[in-house]
């Protein structure tokens, strides 16, 4: 085991317009993994740390250079061993002081792993099925949140996008090369960053969406986004786009109930056809405010 306290940059402490002091120059993030197997990965705190004896995420302050999904990344392996290369963030939480912020970040691990306390702010690293939760010690500011953490934890967000209607969307000559306009799209969305839940009437503060592109007559022959910050998957129609488009939604929604499923389109007769499916459904302008935020 590892005893070497890790430093970064952003070890300090924050005099908040709040009033109080919080951990973290550049603010705080902590990584919550969950499983459904399993439950959410907890972690009981060494007792000498800040609220210690409780339990909570492991986290820690951000450095100068990291983005919260950074910061939490690196933070779950040095206290927990969890292996950031294979953790697949899915949604967060900011807590926005201003003048700090703390970011709990939801992620799966697809890979099997043996969580244990990799360095002397863990006690203990434990899975806790959901409904045990409420009952330990926990940290002040994670029990605050875990309602609704608890809520969403498991849910992703998948976005279904009509290729065809968003690229023709916008009169900017894609008639000349459909193949090439789909392309273009299918790079934008795998560039995507997380995107806003309240943009798509979503709790969490924001999503790292799983994007299905559903191409059709031309355009349906582009190559898979090669690897990316956001996997795209393109899904090819051999004839209308719209029937795969409403098959897309109805295998999201029966293989994982309630994960918030997202069709993009401006077809009236579709939005109906995949609201009836249990999708919600937003225009092509919403995403653009989505993708150039
Ligand atoms: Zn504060």
Known sequence: MNHIRHRTDGDGWVE???GQRHWGLYGSAGLMVVDPAHGVLLQHRAEWSHHGGTWGIPGGARASDENALAGAKREAEEEAAIPAEH????????EDH?????????ATCDVPFDPY?????????AWVAPD???TLPLHPAF?????SIREQAFRELVLVVDAANVVGSRPDGWWRDR?????KLRDRLSGAQPVPGAQLGLPATYWWPRIHLVVEGQARNIDAAAAAPVPVTVERAPGSGDDLIAAVVQDAVMRRPGDH??????????RGRVEDNGASTVGPRTLDQLLDP
């Open 117 to 125: 306390p990799s360095d002397p702010e863990s006690l203990d690293i």
């Open 16 to 18: 908040c317009v709040c």
């Open 179 to 183: 193949a090439g306009a789909a392309e």
């Open 143 to 147: 029990g605050k949140l875990w309602p």
């Open 87 to 94: 953790v697949q963030p899915t949604h967060a939480w900011v």
């Open 261 to 270: 499923v997202v069709v993009v389109t401006s077809d009236r007769e579709l």
């Open 132 to 134: 045990d939760v409420d």
């Open 98 to 106: 201003g003048s700090w912020s703390y970011t709990t970040v939801i």
